[in-house]
């Protein structure tokens, strides 16, 4: 989470009131997966933990 980000019980409310009132348990549960693999994403880019698209593709014998 950034150093500026607000509580992680305010974002999960946050993120329960956005939901339709239609919204499953299985709504719920992908949109909170999804918050934690973008925050996951981020944390790895503010590392330096990247990998170039050019070099993935050439690991996975993709041709541009």
Known sequence: MAANAPPLKQQAHALVENLPDTATWDDLAYEAELRAS????????????????????KE?????
Do not use: K, P
């Not at 996975?60 to 541009?64: F, M, T």
């Open 38 to 57: 973008i925050e996951r994403g981020l944390a790895d880019s503010e590392s330096g933990r990247l990998v170039a698209v050019e070099d993935l593709m």
């Open 60 to 64: 996975l014998g993709i041709d541009e």
